[in-house]
């Protein structure tokens, strides 16, 4: 009933950017927190960037100063700018969003499917 659609991956020299967008569309009565997460081979997904409907963002240590996510509400759409971007950022990119459907209904996890940053040396 919900889906998220991610967008705006690629490759990209080291120091350059990228920005990623990620739609929600389907049953969506409220959005809270959406969060863009990543995973390298081999590696745990890890928490990147999170934004409440409020406004309040938080990031990963690593990508502080370099990030910055945002949402625009009335299209249920979260971004993320990155800049400076470096090889280890290199990931496939994972949009997460807590939504509830209807008024009456539990907040549901959701993830997109995912799409992949490579930066070059």
């Known amino acids: 009933q919900v889906q998220l659609v991610e967008s705006g991956g690629g490759l990209v020299q080291a120091g350059g950017s990228l920005r990623l967008s990620c739609a929600a569309s389907g049953s969506i009565f409220s959005i809270n927190a959406m969060s863009w997460y990543r995973q390298a081979p081999g590696n745990e997904r890890e928490l990147v960037a999170s934004i409440i409907r409020g406004g309040s963002t938080n990031y990963a240590d690593s990508v502080k100063g370099r990030f910055t996510i945002s949402r625009d509400n009335a299209k249920n759409t979260v971004y993320l700018q990155m800049t400076s971007l470096k090889p280890e950022d290199t990931a496939v990119y994972y949009c997460?969003?807590?939504?509830?459907?209807?008024?009456?209904?539990?907040?549901?996890?959701?993830w997109g499917q995912g799409t992949q940053v490579t930066v070059s040396s």
């Open positions: 997460n969003a807590l939504i509830e459907s209807s008024r009456w209904s539990p907040i549901y996890n959701y």
